[in-house]
């Protein structure tokens, strides 16, 4: 574990939750409908992750992560974008391998 000057557990993580390949394969469930999610649309991918963050979080993610804020406000996020953003934010987006797991998984819901 990496430490702050002070001593503190740094929280940044050192490796990737997800690799990129495994990320630009993924797929998500939003609103009962499955999503690639490297092509879907970048409302679509910010309202998902929306509805996994509390509004604590949504509020100290825009107070302290400038950068990370900023993307949050393009137009377009594109693949590597919403690859930085799944793995620096604090909430786990539940992502699929695959579509078929994806629809059984939006059919048991």
């Given amino acids: 574990m990496t430490t702050t000057k002070r001593g503190q557990p740094n929280n ?3 490796w990737p939750r997800i690799s990129f390949r495994r990320a630009s394969e993924s797929y998500l469930i939003f609103d009962g409908k499955v ?9 679509i991918f910010k309202a998902a992750l929306q509805e996994v963050m509390s509004e604590d979080e949504l509020n100290h993610f ?12 393009y137009r377009e996020i594109d693949m590597l974008g919403r690859f930085y953003l ?13 579509k078929t797991e994806a629809e059984k998984a939006c059919e048991a819901s």
């Fill in 12 to 14: 940044v993580a050192l």
């Fill in 35 to 43: 999503y690639k999610l490297d092509t879907c649309d970048t409302r």
């Fill in 86 to 98: 799944i793995n620096l934010l604090p909430t786990k987006l539940k992502l699929y391998s695959s």
């Fill in 62 to 73: 825009s107070q302290t992560n400038s950068m990370k804020y900023s993307m949050w406000h």
